[in-house]
């Protein structure tokens, strides 16, 4: 990815409400893979689709 796309992303992100420390969690997540910077809302949706998986 070139600045100009990263600079597109991070300002996306800002778009959609996200701040300054949870933009960089995210690409520090991306990056890295570290299940520490995982954004929390994506952690509940997995947690809410394993339920309904168990449950089905």
């Known amino acids: 990815m070139n600045m ?3 600079s597109r992303l991070i ?3 800002r778009e959609l409400g996200l701040s300054g420390d ?4 995210f690409l520090l997540y ?3 893979g570290d299940e520490n ?3 929390k ?3 509940k949706r997995e947690q809410d ?3 309904k998986c ?3």
Not at 22 to 25: F, V
């Open 4 to 6: 100009q796309e990263v």
């Open 30 to 32: 991306i990056e890295s």
């Open 37 to 39: 910077y995982k954004p």
């Open 22 to 25: 949870e933009i960089n969690d």
């Open 54 to 56: 168990n449950n089905t």
């Open 11 to 13: 300002l996306g992100l």
């Open 41 to 43: 809302e994506m952690i």
């Open 49 to 51: 689709c394993q339920d």
